[in-house]
């Protein structure tokens, strides 16, 4: 819905071999962390393995799997979440391409007997890594 805010500009942090970059919730309501279905994060092509993804959220990490189930946590349009994986960047003063695909359930937004919309969002930004 909004796919052009999803990452936010000069947050590319670089921890050794993981990486790191601040997302905004690309809809217009707050979302219980279960409807966080899923993220890929790439830098300059290269993708962080899936397994090697983590999701930060109002101070907490989580793995997708532990946002499963998650009712308790919630992302706020106003708040930054942090996703990082593994895929090394220099923070070498060069410019990098950051990509970020969302994957998010809307759960008050019925489809079917058994469905809920859902909505995959792309952002692709240039920006300078800076070290953690």
């Not at 990452?7 to 990486?19: D, F, V």
């Not at 979302?31 to 092509?45: H, R, V």
């Not at 950051?98 to 692709?124: C, F, K, M, R």
Request: charged share 25%; glycine share 6%; with cysteine.
């Amino acid at each position: 819905m909004i796919p052009d805010r999803i990452i936010e500009q000069g947050t590319l942090t670089a921890h050794g071999s993981r990486s790191s970059v601040e997302v905004r919730i690309p809809w217009y309501r707050a979302l219980p962390g279960s409807c966080i279905a899923g993220a890929k994060l790439s830098i300059d092509g290269i993708p962080a393995a899936p397994e090697t993804l983590r999701w930060e959220m109002n101070g907490t990490e989580f793995t997708f799997e532990e946002l499963r189930d998650n009712t308790a946590e919630w992302w706020f349009p106003l708040d930054s979440a942090v996703l990082s994986g593994e895929v090394p960047v220099a923070a070498d003063g060069g410019d990098h391409t950051v990509d970020v695909d969302l994957t998010l359930y809307i759960p008050y937004i019925v489809i079917s007997d058994n469905e809920v919309l859902h909505i995959e969002e792309h952002d692709t930004k240039t920006m300078k890594a800076v070290n953690a």
